[in-house]
Structure formats: structure tokens, C-alpha cells
């Protein structure tokens, strides 16, 4: 059989009619390949379903019906521009069966937890922005196979945060990517199915995982992720105008990019197709012949130039025992447990004789449930609207030019990054 070959198209690659078109160019090219295609919602739908979801949560009915008025507008708009204004063609009527399933699973009361309701409700995004690529890939003769991929990823029911059963996964994948009967197969990132049959989304962000557990299940030659620049960049373009295209990045590297923030790479990606070494690409769909960036092993230390995260929106968060007791295991392992139970993900932390001190993201849904219960047994002292630097293969020159005069609330450096949080400027 032929390699197969995994490629992931971002939000920003469906964004329009244009955009789905040009997917379409792009995937036209690699036609005779064995090809399983990954996407996610488009542009923000994402953001605008979480809309919708709090104004049900909220009871803001007329709010509510009017966010899922315009979602569903803007889709049947865009399927109107790619079929000639055709209101009769199938994909409109299949459209408006989808966003009859989304207006129920928004009616009664929200009883059954708000992260459970967040996956059957945000899951649409990526349903159906796949069944307007799948229809329009017919449409340019590109013969292919949609798969829900709620068949062929089993995952747990940690709702927002679904972990993959690998082994059951890899079996559902092998009766669904069937390549002996069509050779490219369309699916949707970021989302998963429970035993059940309930939907579970694999954090946000998640169709760069969902791309990478798939190629490692299905043993592909290589996994790409299309996207709106160039390859992995030492920074954000849009912040930083001095980035530089990096060719070559180490596994090590990518990860320790992803746990710093970077938002090129989410951070479960790399694990999985580190394990089978599958080598991942990152390209632009705006310059598809380029070469981009490669992220793979490497067994000889590769130099880099100085890399930058930002993470903005952070928060400080400062914990002392009541008891003016010492911060060691028995506290830590109570405080841990509690971020962890509400899904508070630290990026950075310290602690000394009677302080503890995290940096989290400000989550203002799960975030205040937290402090709330660590304050029965702490004093809680914290700051808003900080941001997180982070430097890899930092220079004091840098530093001092990106850290200057401003309030650092705490730093931290070792042989390879320097981290601090800092005043939002």
C-alpha cells in the first residue's frame, strides 16, 4: 500500500468560500496520494458557538437564537457562493438539518454540567464545516470518503479534555480509513466520541492532536498542518516583526514551545507522532510550494536563534497555608488535585517555605470555582491581566529589550529559557 499521509487545514484555511476553494487547489495536487484530511470549524465559529452556549446557559433566549441566526447565515452564505447562489443544492438542505440538531441540543435546561453541554454544542463547528469541503471536493471531481470522526477516535467522557483510548481508537480507525476502496478520506479535528455515543472535544485547539493521533494510528509517512504563515516562526509576526522563519525544529523543541504557549503547535500534538517518529510538516496554504518547517528527531544538537512566547490574559496566583504551616508534599498534592479537578492548567510556577505561587490562564468560567475552594484552606492572593514571556535561547540584550522598566512579578531562568510574568502592556 502507499504511505498515507495526514493533512490538517486550520480554521483560518475554511474561513471562506475563497479559502475552501483553495483547500480544494491544494488538495487536488496530492489527489493520487493516499490522503486523510483533517479539519476544523471555520474562521471563529468555535468562538461564536461558545456565544451561543453561554446565552442558553445564561437563559438569554432571544440572545441565544439570534448568535445561532447569524452562524447559521454565515455558512449558508458561504455554500451559496461555492454553488452559484444554488439555494436547491443538497448542501443546503443538509446545512439546515445540521443547525436543527444544534437549536435542540440548546432547548430545556442545561442539567448535565457545562463542559458536557460545551461538546455537543461546539462540536457542530467542525460537522459541519466538513460537510461543505466534503461537498465541494465532489464537486471538483476530488473522490473521497467522509468519515465522522466520533467513529474511529474513542475517547473517555472528560468532557472538554477527552482522552483518547488508543487501542480501541486504532481499531475503529482501520475499519474506518478503508484506503483499498478510495484513497482520501475527509474527518473532523478536534472532536471524538465516548462508548456511549456522547461527543467529547479534545481541548482546545485540538485538531493539531487530532491530526497527529490519526497518523500514528494509522502509521503515516508524515502529518501536515496548513496554515495562515510561513512555517514555526521565532515569534508571533503579528506582535513581533523581526521573526524568522525556523527550517528545522527538534521534537524536544517543539514541546517545550507548545508548553510555553506557543500557538503554532498545540501541545499534545508531538508526543504522538514522536513515539512512531513521524516527521511533521508546517506549511502555508497561501504559499503551498514553499518549504516551511519541518518539526522531527534530530540526534545532533541543532543551534536556534532566540524563540518568544507571549501569553497574555494570564493570572498570578499566590497560596499560603493558613496554619502559617510549611508549602510541602501534603500541600502541594491538595493543590494540584484541586487545579486539576477543575481544569486549571499552570504555566508556570514557584514555591518557597510558606508560598506557593502559579501562573495560570484567566478562565473565567473555571478559574473563580477554584480559587473559591482553595480559599477554605488558603490565603489567596492574586494579580489580573498579566502576561507571560517566555525566551528561549535568550540573550541578555533581548531581555533587557523586551522586558525593559515593567513590574515583573516573577522570573525565572535556566541554561535554555527565561520566563516572566510581568505587567500587560
Not at 440572545?63 to 452562524?71: H, V, W, Y
Not at 432547548?107 to 461543505?132: A, M, N
Request: charged share 20%; with cysteine.
Amino acid at each position: 500500500m502507499k504511505p498515507i499521509h495526514v493533512f490538517k487545514f486550520g480554521g483560518a484555511s475554511v474561513k471562506s468560500a475563497e479559502a475552501i476553494r483553495n483547500l480544494a487547489t491544494i488538495v487536488a495536487k496530492y489527489s493520487a496520494e493516499n490522503l486523510v484530511i483533517v479539519v476544523s470549524a471555520m474562521a471563529k465559529t468555535t468562538n461564536e458557538l461558545e456565544v451561543a452556549l453561554k446565552h442558553w446557559v445564561d437563559n438569554d433566549l432571544i440572545s441565544k437564537q439570534r448568535k445561532l441566526a447569524e452562524i447559521e447565515q454565515f455558512h449558508i452564505n458561504t455554500a451559496l457562493e461555492l454553488f452559484n447562489n444554488d439555494a436547491q443544492h443538497l448542501l443546503i438542505a443538509e446545512l439546515k438539518e445540521l443547525f436543527i440538531q444544534l437549536n435542540d441540543q440548546l432547548k430545556g435546561i442545561p442539567s448535565k454540567g457545562y463542559d458536557f453541554h460545551y461538546d455537543q454544542v461546539v462540536s457542530f463547528g467542525e460537522l459541519i464545516s466538513t460537510r461543505i469541503v466534503s461537498h465541494y471536493l465532489s464537486y471538483m471531481g476530488i473522490s473521497h470518503k467522509l468519515v465522522d470522526a466520533r467513529r474511529c477516535l474513542r475517547s473517555d467522557a472528560s468532557y472538554r479534555e477527552g482522552v483518547v483510548d488508543e487501542f480501541t481508537s486504532r481499531i475503529l480507525c482501520q475499519r474506518e480509513f478503508n484506503f483499498s476502496t478510495v484513497n482520501i478520506f475527509l474527518t473532523q479535528g478536534f472532536i471524538a466520541g465516548t462508548e456511549g455515543g456522547t461527543t467529547t472535544t479534545l481541548g482546545r485547539e485540538g485538531s493539531d492532536y487530532s491530526a497527529a493521533i490519526l497518523a500514528n494510528l494509522l502509521d503515516a509517512q508524515d502529518a501536515t498542518i496548513w496554515k495562515d504563515v510561513d512555517g514555526v516562526l521565532s515569534a508571533d509576526p503579528k506582535i513581533f516583526s523581526n521573526a524568522v522563519k525556523l527550517n528545522f525544529v527538534p521534537y524536544q523543541e517543539a514541546i517545550e514551545l507548545a508548553y510555553c504557549g506557543a500557538q503554532v503547535i498545540h501541545p499534545k500534538t508531538i508526543k504522538p507522532l514522536q513515539n512512531k517518529n513521524i516527521p511533521l510538516y508546517v506549511k502555508s496554504f497561501m504559499s503551498p510550494d514553499a518549504s516551511g518547517s519541518i518539526i522531527a528527531h534530530s540526534d545532533t544538537p541543532i543551534k536556534l536563534p532566540p524563540i518568544i512566547v507571549l501569553k497574555k490574559n494570564q493570572v498570578l496566583i499566590t497560596l499560603s497555608p493558613r496554619d502559617f504551616s510549611f508549602v510541602i508534599e501534603d500541600c502541594l498534592s491538595k493543590i494540584f488535585a484541586l487545579l486539576y479537578k477543575h481544569k486549571v492548567k499552570v504555566n508556570m510556577l514557584h514555591n518557597s517555605a510558606i508560598n506557593f505561587t502559579v501562573c495560570v490562564d484567566d478562565d473565567r468560567l473555571r478559574l473563580p470555582q477554584a480559587l473559591d475552594e482553595l480559599k477554605l484552606d488558603f490565603v489567596v492572593r492574586y494579580n489580573r491581566n498579566l502576561e507571560l514571556l517566555t525566551i528561549r535561547h535568550y540573550t541578555s540584550e533581548l531581555i533587557d529589550d523586551l522586558v525593559g522598566n515593567r513590574t515583573v512579578y516573577l522570573q525565572q531562568r535556566t541554561r535554555s529559557s527565561a520566563r516572566f510574568v510581568m505587567d500587560s502592556v
